[in-house]
């Protein structure tokens, strides 16, 4: 499969719930990112990685864990999430991320969480 | 901290129309101004950027303006066609953060 991809596209959890997003860029970038889309709200920029090295955490909960095994793989392991917490979680990738220099980012299709 | 703010929020034009949104910014660092189209349960994709050395950038129908002085960029969409439909947002900042979204309507 070409381009950004993610499993799986729609999950149900209850709160006491474990799971997992799964990210896949085929397109040998260097940079992946984790947004949060609710209804009526911006894109919430959550994590970015660069060379799988963690650059950004906007003060986002710990029961929302990101990891990034390699430069094509990204995870976001979640855990005693909350009904709020339901939205569309999308990952995105970018050929580089340099010091604020940012390029075009390329999304996956998201995820739909729900949580009961 | 960084802002970013769009406006406006809703917008319907006429198939045929031109559309503009604009976008205002708090970073004055910013270098980056990217615009995104997403259309209804699909992914956001790259429309149209500018970087802060270019005052303007054209693709076909769409245009991008940009003036660092007054921290504001526009989104222009010409002879807007009903696939034009979709929600717009512009973004930018160290953290590229996004703006609020606006939902264009173009009615045939």
């Known amino acids: 499969e070409t381009g950004v991809t993610q499993t799986p596209r729609h999950l149900v959890m209850g709160m006491t719930n474990k799971k997992s997003l799964k990210c896949e860029q085929h397109?040998?970038?260097?940079?992946m990112y984790w947004y949060k889309q609710s209804a009526k709200k911006p894109l919430e920029l959550m994590f970015v990685y660069s060379l799988e090295e963690r650059v950004e955490n906007n003060s986002v909960p710990s029961r929302f864990s990101p990891e990034c095994p390699n430069s094509s793989h990204l995870f976001l392991h979640l855990h005693t999430l909350q009904p709020e917490d339901s939205a569309l979680y999308l990952c995105?990738?970018?050929?580089?991320?340099?010091?604020?220099?940012?390029?075009?980012?390329?999304f996956g299709p998201g995820t739909r969480l729900t949580v009961t | 901290g960084e802002n970013v703010e769009q406006h406006p929020s809703t917008l319907s034009v006429q198939e045929g129309d031109s559309a503009v949104i604009k976008c205002t910014y708090s970073?004055?660092?910013?270098?980056?101004f990217p615009w995104y189209k997403q259309e209804l349960g699909k992914r956001p994709q790259l429309i149209i950027d500018?970087?802060?050395?270019?005052g303007e950038k054209k693709d076909q129908r769409i245009a991008v303006t940009l003036n660092k002085t007054a921290k504001h960029f526009s989104l222009h969409i010409t002879e807007t066609q009903p696939e034009d439909s979709a929600v717009y947002f512009c973004a930018t900042g160290g953290k590229l953060i996004f703006g609020q979204g606006t939902e264009l309507s173009v009615k045939p």
């Open positions: 995105a990738s970018s050929p580089f991320l340099e010091q604020d220099l940012h390029y075009e980012q390329y």
């Open positions: 397109l040998g970038h260097n940079a």
């Open positions: 970073d004055s660092a910013s270098n980056y």
């Open positions: 500018i970087r802060s050395n270019v």
